[in-house]
């Protein structure tokens, strides 16, 4: 997922969603005179929650987006829906600008396409009886962070590291780095820092914070969330941020981070994936996401881990792949991420 401020006060959010529902050609043979609906598992796209719905009535095939849960209304959206085919080529692209002001709503298409059309293409369609809708989705956000303070964020980042206004300094990192701060401004987001300037602590009269397990460029960037609502390095400091917000309790830049590594997750990274989020306490929907994805990449998991800690040739590790997988219960959908530019 691709985050981007600027300075019209806005984030985009910029993902790709891929729905798969298994199966379907029982669902072509059944008529669908009574409505047929479909709901993909819930996603996260900054801190909102959304689900894809199929729905099947008479005729017509149905594609839609929903919100599920927000942190505030409206949302613009803009969004491109699709089914995929034969190595990611694209079916019957129709894009969709719609502003949700309402949770539980669901926009997009009642006719994206016919039944009788996905019929005559069944055969080019589906890929092992299993058809693919793809959601390329853009989430507008006007950026809220300090509407508390009355001010606007690019005002704050102006502020931000200039010595004769601020109250407090940090020395961080390694290589000691000094920055002038607002102790109002971290505390304001920090429970952490709040206790820190307002309880008998040292550093409430020294006015100096020293961090020295948190590398200055990392904590720099961070300070710009907290300034700003930004991150600007969000995605190559993803698990250092993650840290961060976790010791000094920032809650939604926690979420963005747990959020942005679980759409990273793969068969490489998975066992270690669900160890991070054990240990930053990630909540229960994103945890069961996350021993989801280890189950549909489990040829990927268990091959991983045995060439890793053990001399154990290829068909010993299919036999193992294959037993594991008589166990699982093939699921009727899957939902999958893919970030784009």
Known sequence: MDIIGDNTNKFVYKTRVVFKIMDFEKQ?????IDIISIKSDKFIIGSDEWYCGVKLNGEKFGL???????SELPIQTQYDIFII??????????KIDQTFDDILNGWGLSSFITKQLLIDNKDILLTDNTLTIGF??????????????GAKCHRFAQLFGIEELADCRLIVGKDLKVIFVSKLILSLHSEVFEKMFTTDCI??????????????NVFEQFLNYLYTGKCDKLDEMTEDLLYVANKYMVSSLKTICLNLIY????????????????????????????????????????????TKHYAIDGQNISQIVKHLGNQLIKPKTKLMFYTYK
């Open 28 to 32: 072509l043979d059944t008529n669908w």
């Open 64 to 70: 839609f987006l929903y919100l599920s849960r927000s």
């Open 85 to 94: 085919y034969n190595n990611n080529k694209l079916f019957a692209k129709t």
């Open 136 to 149: 390329d989705i853009t989430v507008y956000k006007r950026n809220n962070c300090h509407q508390n303070c």
């Open 203 to 216: 550093e409430k009269t020294t006015n100096e914070v020293v961090i020295t397990d948190i590398d200055s």
């Open 263 to 306: 759409l990273q997750i793969n068969g490489r990274n998975a066992l270690q994936t669900l160890k991070l989020f054990q240990d930053f306490g990630a909540d229960k929907e994103l945890m069961k996401k996350v021993s989801e994805s280890i189950a549909e990449n489990i040829t990927s998991v268990v091959k991983q881990e045995f």
